[in-house]
């Protein structure tokens, strides 16, 4: 993605996680939905345990920084956490429940994400990265490699290298890693762990949007049944042969094997009682870590299967329907047949569309025309000596529309509410009354604003060549927006 003005732009105003970054109550939802789902690797919670905790957390606060703080309910946040405009949480119905649970976003868990990088970090390491990309390398070079005499010199060496790493180990030679390298791999592992886990709900998040495009494309096809099957088996196909279904599946495969289900075990057991990883503190949490993959994968494959299982029946209930109506239909034709079986009717009884078929042949089709060309004549311009007043452009005023609207935000970061005179006085005008009908415009779409008509202020500035102009408004107030 090109990281252009006009890309960022559409991302800041649009992308939940800047959004979330952006969010007057950042803090609270990052710390609370990180500490809810995040550290314990929650999928989903029910709305009542999730307004419960965040009660607690608002009880805290409210204690630590005073009652006026955060002064919305728990379940008035969800609610406005999960509204489609901010997308920070996901709610939704279980399939046989009346009561909404929540899930973290993809993009909810990218921003948590990138939050946690900010931190500093005793120990960058960059050893394992390096041997970690010169055997991806060498697994894409040899394993692209169809030539077969290509792959057994490649095996040959590597058996070469384990004979003489068996022999040094043998003579007593035993080159053990120093805590630096063992350092070094296991922070590398503790963030892949992380973005693995992390990646799971966008996977399942794609799953999701697949499965609504099918289910709009139900709602509004109208061509034949056995078409519109066609499609959508072909997408789900598609779907699961793509490089991201292809992907999960391998690693599904590989994770679910009891071998390397008990390989994993062990392994993590002797690396986290090696006395340099003890010495970084990692989390309990981590012995089981593999634990964790299965089941957000386990969650990923049920979601898949319960999308499929509700297409199934959306589209048995649509054929029902449609078969009733042809019953309906071929019901009523009997009916109008008996009714008239002893007595013919008399006039028309039915009118045909088309009494013949409608023919075009190919030569009545108008033929190909080009497109006209205009003619651009060649004529040399003649230089120009006029003399021309180029202090216009350089006289040209810009009013930086998020310069005012942020000295606004910072007002009523410390009050709940201030008026456009107090705000120009913090901030003169410094382009006159286009900078003061920039503030109007702002006034007219801020989602609060409070209009004193039997009130006014004058607004001073100073304009070209010294003078001063004033102007009389009414009393106009911005009111801060509670979430």
Known sequence: MALDYATLDLLRQNHPAWKLLRAQHAPLVASFLHRVFVAPNVRTLRQADLVEALEDELFALRRQLGENAFPGSAEGYLNDWAENEKGWLRKFYPTGEDEPHYDLTPATEKALAWLESLSERSFVGTESRLLTLFELLRQMSTGSQADPEVRIAELNRRSEEIETEIARIRAGRITLLDDTALKDRFQQFLQLARELLTDFREVEQNFRTLDRQVRERIALWEGGKGKLLEEIMGQRDAIADSDQGRSFRAFWDFLMSQERQEELSSLLQEVLSLPPVVAMRPEPRLRRVHYDWLEAGEYTQRTVARLSEQLRKFLDDKAWIENRRIMEILHDIESQALELREEMPGGTVMRVAEASASIELPLERPLYRPPFRPVIEGTALDEGDAEIDTAALYAQVHVDRAELQGNILRALQERNQIGLG???????????????????????????????????????????????????????IFVRNEP
């Open 422 to 476: 107090e705000v120009i006085s913090h901030h003169p005008l410094r382009h006159g009354l286009a900078e003061l009908l920039t503030y109007l415009q702002i006034a007219g779409e801020w989602n609060r604003t409070a209009v004193d008509e039997e009130s006014t202020e004058r607004i001073a500035w100073e304009g070209e060549n010294g003078i001063t102009r004033r102007a009389t408004l009414p009393g106009i």
